[in-house]
Structure formats: C-alpha cells, structure tokens
C-alpha cells in the first residue's frame, strides 16, 4: 500500500536551528549511529554555519526540515563528503530525524526533494554512508533507487559501512 508523503518544507539552516537541532536530536536512538551520544550545542552551531556556507557557495546543504505545523523535525540534504576516507571530493546525501518522526516518510520524502535540488544544481551522482546495522536508513537509500557500492570498515571504531551510489 502506497501512503501519499508527508508534507514538509526544506530551509537553509538559522542561527536558531542550531538550538533546534540540538534539541530534537539529543535522544540516544537518533544518534546510536552518529557517535551514539548527543552532541554539544556548539557542534550544531559550527554545523548550521557551514551549512551556510555550502548553500552559498554550492546551491545546496543540509536544510532543516520543517513538518507541516512549523516544527523543526530534523535535516536532509547534501554536502561534500567531510572526512580523510572514504569517497573523497564526493557529495553525500544525508537525513537525522527527531525519534517521534521516525516511520512516517520524512527522510524519504526530504531526500526525494533534495535529489530534484541536486539534479537543478547540476550534480551529477550522490553517496550515502551508512553503517551496516542502520537498517532505517538502508530502507531510504533502496527507496531512492541508490544500489550498494562499496561495504567498507570505517576507521576511528572499526565498524562495516556501506556506501551507496546514485547517479543524477
């Protein structure tokens, strides 16, 4: 059965989202795969900032999402790969949702909006890293039409990951 998609809106991150971010992410399911514990307040601030930035400079970000009642209910979006390893000089596509939005069709429908930005600004393919054992987040990449590129072992804990490519 095919459910319609929420509606939700993309914006370029504020000053405020930081707060925001910090705030709907600070759960330990959210960030079991992103360090497994929440991240300072001023992680989110220096984030927002290069967002920013990318948006500026490239034409997209990650933005924050907004659901339907004005709520801050995570992000999506793309930005350069970030780290030493890994597909380097690539862009990734990426979501983090807030625990009470999980299994409604946020993440696909944002990352489904952020391919169609990402195909106006020229892009031409997108990554995905996700750990092994995010098996919500491999859901999206399949729903995006993203296939398994490459497993590998990430560096600082020593985990698999997998990389998923799209072509735009």
């Given amino acids: 059965m095919n459910r319609a998609l ?29 360090g497994g514990r929440s991240a300072d307040l001023s992680f989110y601030e220096e984030l927002t900032a290069r967002q920013r930035r990318h948006d500026a400079e490239r034409g997209f970000c990650l933005w924050t999402m907004v659901g339907e009642s004005g709520q801050v209910i995570g992000f999506t979006g793309a930005q350069p790969w970030p780290q030493d390893w890994g597909p380097k000089g690539e862009i990734e596509i990426g979501w983090r949702l807030g625990r009470e939005y999980w299994g409604k069709g946020y993440a696909t429908a944002a990352a489904q909006m952020t391919l169609e930005r990402l195909r106006a600004a020229e892009v031409p393919s997108v990554v995905a890293m996700v750990l092994a054992g995010n098996k919500r987040s491999i859901a999206v990449t399949r729903r995006l039409g993203m296939h ?19 072509d735009l």
Avoid: K, N, S
């Fill in 148 to 166: 398994l590129a490459e497993v590998f072992t990430t560096p600082a804990r020593e985990q698999e990951g997998h990389c998923y490519r799209l």
């Fill in 6 to 34: 929420p509606v939700i809106r993309l914006r370029v991150p504020t000053d405020e989202d930081a707060v925001a971010w910090h705030r709907v992410f600070d759960d330990p399911d959210v960030m079991e795969f992103h």
